[in-house]
């Protein structure tokens, strides 16, 4: 009687070893947006309506980061599309910095709010 109670318990662990092995360790490890490689920093800087250096684009792979610090002369705000989250209050003279990570493909824009400024266009491949 002993043996059919232990059996139940046998086949679990058996199952459940298998399920810890379909692993692959040739698989790349997971990335969370925390531990995203950084792969580039940029300054921007807002004078009234002149940003500085000219918007342009930059390139960013699925799963790497950008740190954009941002300096404006009067009270903003921010938005980078395609970015979950990425939105940033910028106080005058204050340097604010965004950490933005590659999680789909796309082009997307970083903007200013109030003028309606492109800082720059993050291309995600």
């Excluded at 040739?26 to 807002?46: C, E, K």
């Excluded at 390139?59 to 705000?77: F, N, P, Q």
Aim: contains cysteine; proline residues 6%; glycine residues 8%.
């Amino acid at each position: 009687m002993r043996v059919t109670r232990v059996l139940p318990y046998a086949a679990c662990l058996v199952a459940l070893s298998g399920v810890a092995a379909c692993g692959s360790s040739d698989s790349p490890p997971l990335r969370s947006a925390a531990s995203a490689t950084v792969v580039r920093h940029i300054d921007v800087t807002v004078s009234g309506t002149t940003v500085s250096p000219p918007p342009t684009q930059v390139d960013l792979g699925i799963g790497e980061a950008i740190e954009l610090t941002v300096t404006v002369d009067h009270d903003d705000e921010l938005h980078a599309h395609g970015f979950d989250g990425a939105e940033a209050d910028l106080r005058a003279g204050v340097p604010s910095t965004v950490r933005l990570v590659g999680t789909e493909s796309g082009v997307f824009e970083v903007e200013t709010h109030d003028p309606a400024l492109t800082l720059l266009t993050i291309a995600v491949r």
